[in-house]
T-cell receptor, first 115, second 113 residues
Framework: QKEVEQDPGPLSVPEGAIVSLNCTYSNSAFQYFMWYRQYSRKGPELLMYTYSSGNKEDGRFTAQVDKSSKYISLFIRDSQPSDSATYLCAMDSNAGGTSYGKLTFGQGTILTVHP | EPEVTQTPSHQVTQMGQEVILRCVPISNHLYFYWYRQILGQKVEFLVSFYNNEISEKSEIFDDQFSVERPDGSNFTLKIRSTKLEDSAMYFC???????????FGPGTRLTVL
C-alpha cells in the first residue's frame, strides 16, 4: 500500500463550483498535513497547513483532517479559472517529538476550472 | 514577501558531469531541504539539513549527492557524476522549524544528456 494516495484526476469543473480534493494515507505517524498548489513547471506553493485532526478555513479554502480514517480533504468554494493547477497533499510525521520535515507527497490532482 | 530562490532555472549537462544546484532559502529559516520531481511523478524527498549537517536523507540520496551551506545564505546540492535518470526538477525548500510549513523555490530543471 502506498503511504499517500491521491486521485490524479484530471478534474474539470465549471467556474463557481465547489471542488473537493482528497488524500488517504497509511502511516499513522503523520501529524502535519499540508496542501500545495503547483502550476505547470513551477514550485509547490503552500496553501493550507493543519496539525493533527480538525478543520481549517482560509478564504475560499477549507482543509479537513480525519486521522481516525486517515483521510484529508481540501475544499475550494466558488472556484475560479485561476484555481486551475495541480493540487498536492503532503504529510509529515513527528517522530519522537522532533521532526526534520521529510514531507511525503501525494501524486497530485490536476484541476481545471473552466469559465 | 520573502521567498526561496534557485539558480539556474534550467541546467543541461552531459552524463558523467558534475552539477551544482544553488538555492537561497528564506533568511530566518533554519531547516533546508532538497526534493526532486521526475516528470509526471510525485515530489520526492531527498535530504534535510539543519545546523550544518544532514538530518535525514532518502534512499535516492546516495554517495553521488552532497549538500553544503557554504555561507550564511546559500544552500547547494551537488551531483558528482550525473546519470540520465537524474533528469528531473529539483526543488529547494526551507522552514523556520523542523516540523510544519515548508516553502519551496521555483525549481531547477536538470536535463542530463
Amino acid at each position: 500500500q502506498k503511504e499517500v494516495e491521491q486521485d490524479p484526476g484530471p478534474l474539470s469543473v465549471p467556474e463557481g463550483a465547489i471542488v473537493s480534493l482528497n488524500c488517504t494515507y497509511s502511516n499513522s505517524a503523520f501529524q502535519y498535513f499540508m496542501w500545495y498548489r503547483q502550476y505547470s513547471r513551477k514550485g509547490p506553493e503552500l496553501l493550507m497547513y493543519t496539525y493533527s485532526s480538525g478543520n481549517k478555513e482560509d478564504g475560499r479554502f477549507t482543509a479537513q483532517v480525519d486521522k481516525s480514517s486517515k483521510y484529508i480533504s481540501l475544499f475550494i468554494r466558488d472556484s475560479q479559472p485561476s484555481d486551475s493547477a495541480t493540487y498536492l497533499c503532503a504529510m509529515d510525521s513527528n517522530a519522537g517529538g522532533t521532526s526534520y520535515g521529510k514531507l511525503t507527497f501525494g501524486q497530485g490532482t490536476i484541476l481545471t476550472v473552466h469559465p | 514577501e520573502p521567498e526561496v530562490t534557485q539558480t539556474p532555472s534550467h541546467q543541461v549537462t552531459q552524463m558523467g558531469q558534475e552539477v551544482i544546484l544553488r538555492c537561497v532559502p528564506i533568511s530566518n529559516h533554519l531547516y533546508f531541504y532538497w526534493y526532486r520531481q521526475i516528470l509526471g511523478q510525485k515530489v520526492e524527498f531527498l535530504v534535510s539539513f539543519y545546523n550544518n549537517e544532514i538530518s535525514e536523507k532518502s534512499e535516492i540520496f546516495d554517495d553521488q549527492f552532497s549538500v553544503e551551506r557554504p555561507d550564511g545564505s546559500n544552500f547547494t546540492l551537488k551531483i558528482r557524476s550525473t546519470k540520465l535518470e537524474d533528469s528531473a526538477m529539483y526543488f529547494c525548500a526551507s522552514s523556520e522549524r523542523g516540523s510544519g510549513t515548508q516553502y519551496f523555490g521555483p525549481g531547477t530543471r536538470l536535463t542530463v544528456l
